[in-house]
């Protein structure tokens, strides 16, 4: 480079630098500054040598990023540093202990958990992606600050793509639709995440975003004057309440309108709301609800509102912390037109996120909405059980769901995603009742488990110490949290029964005179057609491999000639692979509805599901039950056509499936006796209830119980505890 340019970058460079200080959210003190041109000297002396892709010097990255934080996110002098010195550690002379030495533990801790992210391998693979994301959650437990900077560091390299190879671009861009733009919007960063997805489309799919941004500038015109007439409508009544307002448009982004346009089936005119109109409202903290609810009542004077469509989010804020009141209306020229109210205030929010929050709190009030997301995600990540692919399942799912409000019985508000059941609500007050959970009330009355909640309800929960997770309670939850807690408890369930069973097996082995060395459990392994030694303990522990099995084994084991041939043939190549501390999910089984019955059924040519999809069952007139994938491409329109045909399907283990048993008891009645009964039943912790029916005759009683169980062997001990019982005369099965 000429001295010229170079003289030319370095005056740009102290023009950046100053913009910083001067757009910067928070009131900056002398310390503020004085930390922040440190960071600045460090970065550019640490950055001297390097230049982007597009040839420009590099420390102008971390400056953009640093303003996006200093700026548009809001964040403090520490988080600024931060992002000056973001990339210091990874590409530069400089170490982690230079900048502790030199900025303090904060500012060493984030800079860590930046470099952390950045040095993850990626590739296409999406459970090595999973898992990556996963760990670059976990940094969240050092500091929430890691990933708000690293949004900011992902907005600017998107802004600036262009001098990149396409495949590196489109890579780029899906990971940030997969994980940046649902980060940005959980963090309510309302701005960044739209920014981040209409990029994102930009580099996805090049022509479609092409073609709908030249669209909106050519209709821009059309629009403007649209909001005109909407605000010359209403604008002499609000004048006349003498309050201090703006009216403005909002165009939909390109993003969202790709997504109406693919939804919908739909063209770009088609789409109606592609803009709404945002009502901006000075007010002191006093009236704020009640200016908000006045403009709503001056604005459906005028235009009448879909009263399905409100959504008041000022008397109970997103979790996210936004705050508005938004209806949409029947607007001019017969237009559904989305309207936001906001105070400055909340507007702030919406465009800023937490930042916002600190400015209207006391100074050195905690944040408690961030702090409680934090917690709750916390939960999530911290549990190892679940596997990384489920885990960005939920996480995703968790992130974009819609809320609802519900109440304890002490009046507490909870949030929670829609569709959430009774059960979720016990995992969201605490993990411990959630997994006591023995029954639950809504408005005082006693509902299943798997009871949708809707905005509103109070929700109680019976808890009880004997009460414990089974595999139907998944079927009841649809929350991240719940789902996990529920896996890890089912996971411990069965650790405990291996543990029992490996001592089980060690001594039905040594009455055949067989030693359990690692050999033999091997050949166990190989024999059950098992994956794992956790396997095999388990189905012994369960009673599913009993005594005649073993027997059998011993047997073929004898038999010199056939062991040596199941071990070179069916023997695994790795012994290691079988030592291995997990459960194998072995789906070989279709069951269908709620009882989990066994019928003939049909796989679907349109999607071809296989053993461990999700599916459902669909009853044909004349082809019997076919088989979809949930996601199959017809399954919406036979879901919304022909809903009264589907049934419940899920794939199971048959190797560890349970029987449902009926037992018919008779006796003498007395004081306490149905007590006794079902105590001996719910004590049992390998039996399952599902139906209980006493009548008394003259004395006679007659009872029928309905038992789910793993095996015989523990229906036949069930019924021999009940005989003890004083006063049972019979008890035999249906």
Wanted: glycine share 4%; aromatic share 8%.
């Amino acid at each position: 480079m000429t001295e010229a340019a170079l003289e030319e970058e370095k005056k740009q460079l102290a023009k950046e630098y100053k913009e910083l200080l001067r757009i910067s959210y928070r009131l900056l003190t002398d310390e503020d500054k004085k930390l922040i041109r440190s960071a600045f000297d460090v970065a550019v002396d640490a950055h001297k040598d390097q230049r982007r892709k597009s040839g420009e010097a590099y420390i102008f990255h971390p400056l953009a990023v640093a303003k996006i934080v200093a700026s548009e996110i809001g964040l403090d002098a520490t988080s600024i540093a931060a992002a000056l010195l973001h990339d210091v550690v990874e590409d530069t002379v400089y170490t982690l202990a230079d900048i502790e030495q030199m900025f303090g533990e904060t500012v060493a801790r984030i800079v860590d958990g930046l470099t952390k992210i950045s040095n993850m391998p990626y590739d296409g693979d999406v459970s090595l992606q999973a898992e990556n994301f996963r760990k670059m959650l976990l940094t969240l437990n050092e500091d929430i600050r890691v990933i708000i900077i690293k949004i900011a560091d992902r907005l600017h390299n998107m802004q600036t793509m262009d001098s990149m190879p396409s495949h590196k671009q489109v890579k780029i861009a899906s990971e940030t639709l997969y994980i940046y733009a649902p980060l940005a919007h959980r963090i309510g960063l309302y701005n960044i995440k739209t920014e981040l997805e209409d990029l994102g489309l930009k580099y996805t799919e090049p022509e479609v975003y092409d073609d709908i941004l030249s669209k909106i500038k050519e209709s821009k015109e059309e629009q403007d004057a649209y909001i005109k007439a909407f605000t010359n409508i209403i604008q002499e009544s609000l004048d006349q309440e003498h309050l201090n307002y703006q009216i403005k448009g909002r165009p939909k982004s390109i993003f969202s309108i790709r997504k109406k346009m693919m939804a919908q089936n739909v063209s770009f005119d088609e789409v109606y709301d592609k803009f709404a109109i945002r009502i901006i409202y000075k007010s002191d903290a006093a009236n704020e609800k009640f200016l908000a609810w006045k403009i709503y009542s001056i604005v459906t004077d005028h235009f009448r509102p879909n009263p399905l469509r409100l959504r008041d989010w000022i008397s109970s804020p997103k979790s996210t912390g936004y705050e508005a009141l938004h209806i949409t209306v029947m607007g001019p020229k017969g237009r559904w037109v989305e309207v936001q109210i906001r105070s400055e205030r909340m507007h702030e929010i919406a465009e800023k996120g937490y930042a916002a929050h600190y400015k209207y709190k006391n100074k050195g009030a905690d944040d408690g909405g961030l702090e409680d997301w934090l917690n709750k995600l916390q939960d999530t990540l911290e549990n190892s059980e679940i596997s990384a692919v489920d885990f960005v399942k939920e996480f995703k799912l968790n992130l974009y769901s819609k809320e609802i409000f519900v109440f304890s019985p002490k009046g507490d508000l909870y949030s929670l995603p829609k569709h959430a059941t009774a059960l979720d609500f016990a995992f969201q007050v605490h993990t411990e009742i959630g997994l006591r959970t023995r029954g639950t009330k809504v408005n005082g009355k006693l509902v299943p488990l798997s009871h949708e909640l809707t905005s509103g309800d109070q929700v109680e929960v019976l808890t009880s110490e004997k009460a414990k997770p089974s595999a139907n309670w998944l079927d009841y939850v649809t929350t991240g949290r719940a789902r996990s807690k529920i896996k890890s408890s089912l996971k411990e369930e069965q650790k405990q029964i291996a543990e029992e069973g490996k001592e089980i097996l060690a001594r039905k082995l040594k009455s055949l005179k067989i030693t359990l060395d690692e050999k033999t459990v091997n050949q166990l392994v190989v024999y059950f057609k098992l994956k794992t030694s956790l396997d095999l303990f388990y189905r012994v522990g369960a009673g599913i491999i009993d005594n005649p099995k073993l027997k059998d084994f011993a047997s073929s084991r004898s038999n010199a000639f056939v062991n040596f041939f199941k071990n070179r043939i069916r023997r695994p190549n790795d012994p290691e692979e079988i030592n291995k501390e997990e459960f194998t999910e072995k789906y070989d089984q279709l069951v269908f509805g709620k009882e989990e019955e066994k019928l003939d059924y049909k796989m679907s040519h349109c999607c071809n599901p296989i053993p461990g999809d999700d599916v459902f069952g669909f009853v044909t007139v004349n082809d019997g039950i076919k088989v979809h994938k949930q996601n199959c491409p017809n399954a919406l329109q036979l879901q919304s056509n022909y809903s009264y045909r589907i049934m419940k399907a899920k794939w199971i283990d048959s190797t560890k499936e349970e029987f449902k048993a009926q037992l018919i008891i008779t006796g003498i009645d007395h004081m306490g006796l149905v007590n006794e009964v079902t105590k001996v039943v719910s004590n049992n912790l390998h039996i399952d209830m599902r139906g209980v029916h006493f009548d008394s005759d003259d004395g006679v009683f007659t009872g029928k119980i309905t038992v789910v169980v793993k095996n015989k062997s523990i229906l036949n001990d069930l019924v021999n505890r009940i005989k003890k019982i004083n006063g049972i005369d019979k008890v035999t099965r249906a």
